[in-house]
């Protein structure tokens, strides 16, 4: 199935049970990529690329976030504002039949029947939709809010970045008041302020990579529908996935200028340092997908002159190995993520407990 690109999520915006906003099922604007499995995420606030077998997004965590995998009726308990048609059909049928069925059973005339049908065929649908939720096991909100998702992580993160700027404002007020005063006492005060204030920066650049890191692995999941498929291209389709490389590795040499920008303003650590390391060999990655697809290009033009030289194939062979960096830099890395965040966090909180338990309680 090629892979088509979303249109503008303002001109097609669905709201779901869940709380996630749906694209329309057809797409004004669509973008042929050739072969792929991967599609976007059904989710109309994601454009995370996902795979038939992913059970959820690790972006945002939809539940069965491919819509090839959704069969009609799993699409309808899923996303029922998107199936506008099939409601309306499912109302007048119900209607229809409660409508005969209550008078007979009640011997109500015929015109209170129709109204009782009338007022009843609603709740009879949202029985069946609540029926249809608990056999696909759709989550609800709280339920989706609860999910491992890169986006519940940036949320987590910012959240925290909050917390520590107002902590450290508060810390440098009482710092510039210790400041005055003299004393044994006070520069014992004034030493532990001090520390609390590395502590805090310390984590604050943690959390500031971890942002980066969240973006990292956006930014490489761009690529990943472009590895698949290179034999089977046309030239139309190469040339629409040269142009989203292209762009891609500039948005990822953008990335590692900040990111290389902010480990400077707040200190190299060995996350920042790895995050390069890895920005640099997803950079290296996409040169080879750009170059296979220059290849490809080459090819299918020659072909239309003659028979083609070999080696104009032979970086096309390379498909295995580049899907290799992908399952590396996507999976592993979301897998990364997520440990190393729910470390960071740990140790925040046993940094507040313990600053908590400082006389005055400086970084409460």
């Not at 009609?72 to 199936?83: C, E, G, L, W």
């Not at 400041?179 to 650049?205: F, I, M, N, P, Y």
């Not at 698949?228 to 040499?253: F, H, I, P, W």
């Amino acid at each position: 199935m090629p892979y088509t690109a979303a249109a503008c999520p303002r001109c097609r915006r669905r709201m779901t049970g869940v709380g996630l906003s749906v694209r329309r099922p057809t797409s004004p604007a669509q973008v042929d990529y050739g072969p792929t499995p991967y599609l976007e995420c059904r989710a109309d606030s994601c454009a995370f690329k996902v795979t038939p077998k992913d059970p959820q997004c690790p972006n945002c965590g939809a539940a069965m976030p491919n819509p090839a995998t959704l069969s009609y009726i799993q699409s309808v308990a899923f996303d029922p504002r998107n199936h506008v048609g099939f409601l309306i059909f499912a109302f007048f049928a119900t209607f229809a039949v409660l409508a005969p069925a209550l008078s007979g059973l009640f011997a109500i005339p015929f015109w209170t029947a129709y109204y009782l049908a009338f007022m009843l065929a609603p709740f009879a649908i949202w029985i069946a939709h609540r029926v249809l939720r608990a056999v696909y096991s759709v989550p609800t909100a709280e339920e989706q809010s609860r999910l491992p998702s890169l986006a519940g992580g940036e949320r987590r993160i910012r959240e925290r970045l909050q917390e520590i700027s107002r902590r450290e404002g508060r810390i440098l007020s009482v710092f510039a008041r210790a400041k005055q005063s003299k004393g044994e006492d006070w520069q014992a005060v004034r030493r532990r302020l001090e520390d609390a204030l590395t502590t805090l920066r310390r984590q604050q650049a943690r959390y500031s990579v971890k942002l980066f890191e969240i973006e990292a692995v956006r930014w490489q999941n761009r690529l990943a529908p472009f590895l698949y498929g290179l034999e089977e291209l046309s030239a139309t389709q190469c040339e629409n996935r040269l142009r989203e490389v292209e762009a891609a590795r500039k948005s990822g040499e953008e990335l590692r200028a900040r990111l290389s920008k902010q480990s400077e303003a707040l200190g190299a650590s060995a996350e920042a340092e790895e995050l390069v390391r890895k920005v640099e060999e997803t950079l290296g990655s996409a040169a080879k997908i750009h170059e296979a697809l220059l290849s490809r290009q080459a090819v299918l033009t020659l072909r239309e002159l003659g028979p083609t030289p070999d080696a104009l194939e032979a970086p096309l062979a390379e498909e295995g190995a580049l899907r290799e960096v992908e399952v590396f830099n996507i999976q592993v890395a979301i897998t990364d993520f997520s440990s190393s965040l729910e470390e960071l966090e740990a140790e925040y909180a046993r940094a507040g407990e313990a600053a908590e338990r400082e006389p005055g309680g400086a970084g409460a």
